[in-house]
Nanobody
């Protein structure tokens, strides 16, 4: 069983930066894809970024490409989402997710089995 735990959310002004962390453990987390999704109030959950099992392949939503960077540490127990040049439209609850099956870079929520509780990111204008 994998239980991702997010941290690092908060309130930041537009143009600022935040770094989210996702702590998880177990062979499932280290050997498979890890992703970040977000959900703004009244909107469905949307894909943000994903990293493959080795950490060498990534995929991003067009809305965050060039501003956000996903990574995972060498021990593959912690994943990160570095967010720069934040905009008010980035405001959402951000969720870390782990797949028990996919090793590549899926972007559908259905590819992920384990979800964290979420961390709030608020960007003020």
């Amino acid at each position: 069983q994998v239980q991702p735990v997010e941290s690092g959310g908060g309130l930041v002004q537009a143009g600022g930066s935040l770094r989210l962390s996702c702590l998880a453990s177990g062979r499932t987390f280290s050997n498979n894809a890890m992703g970040w999704f977000r959900q703004a109030a009244g909107n469905p959950r949307e894909f943000v970024a994903v990293i493959n099992w080795s950490g060498r392949d990534t995929r991003y939503a067009d809305s965050v490409k060039g501003r956000f960077t996903i990574s995972r540490d060498g021990a593959k127990t912690t994943g990160y989402l570095e967010m720069n040049s934040l905009k008010p439209e980035d405001t959402a609850v951000y969720y870390c997710a782990a797949s028990s099956w996919y090793t590549g870079t899926p972007n559908a929520p259905s590819a992920f089995d384990y979800w964290g509780q979420g961390t709030q990111v608020t960007v003020s204008s």
